[in-house]
């Protein structure tokens, strides 16, 4: 698997439930960052986490960070039709020889 | 307030032409990246520029592809005898200053190979 990739590739929920998007990564990080991309829109940032936190919250959204397992989650409560997107996590391991790394997404469908 | 704005939004273009395609980052920034995303998949990374110092070139898939930043603000991305490979759509992107802070992304040029 690649540096930086989400799980499941597609969700498809109804409105009110809540989603879990699942990311997993091999190198050591510096932070990493979850964005969401509306179709035919650039990325939009999310949520910055830092290696040293473990969850971090930003309204709807809940964030945690496993360094020992090397994965992170969002968590989006009590979606809305307006959170259709695919959702991408980004890893920054420069000190490790690598660059900014995003994997290849999660589309999620919420059906109102 | 301004975002990152990139130009043209879609370019249409014959097999073996040159294109250029234009990034203004957000006036301030000093990091500046450019990636490529196919139909349906993630983002794959070109090119990042920070401040003066050398850009990181490691991304670019081959030798036709180059890019410049003019003054440490607008960037060019330079495909040279496009391929129908190519085809995608080109995002740009600027943060503060480098890879640890938060990326504003353009919304892309979407380059089509006929």
């Known amino acids: 698997s690649q540096q930086g990739e989400e799980d499941p590739q597609a969700l498809s929920i109804q409105e009110g439930e809540n989603a879990t998007m699942n990311c997993s990564y091999k190198t050591s990080i510096n932070n990493l960052q979850w964005y969401r991309q509306n179709s035919g829109r650039g990325l939009v940032h999310l949520i910055l986490i830092r290696s040293n936190e473990r969850e971090k919250h930003s309204g709807r959204l809940r964030v945690t960070l496993d360094t020992s397992k090397k994965s992170s989650s969002l968590l989006i409560t009590a979606s809305r039709a307006a959170d259709t997107a695919s959702y991408f996590c980004a890893t920054d391991a420069r000190d490790y020889g690598q660059n900014f790394v995003f994997g290849p997404g999660t589309r999620l469908s919420v059906l109102p | ?114």
């Open chain 2, 1 to 114: 307030g301004a975002g990152v704005s990139q130009s043209p939004s879609n370019k249409v273009t014959e097999k073996g032409k040159d294109v250029e395609l234009r990034c203004d980052p957000i006036s301030g920034h000093t990091a500046l990246y450019w990636y490529r995303q196919s139909l349906g998949q993630g983002l794959e990374f070109l090119i990042y520029f920070q401040g003066n110092s050398a850009p990181d070139k490691s991304g670019l898939p081959s030798d036709r592809f180059s890019a410049e930043r003019t003054g440490g603000s607008v960037s060019t991305l330079t495909i040279q005898r496009t391929q129908q490979e190519d085809s995608a759509v080109y995002l740009c992107a600027s943060s503060p200053s480098d890879s640890r802070q938060p990326q504003h992304f353009g919304d892309g040029t979407r380059l089509s190979i006929l």
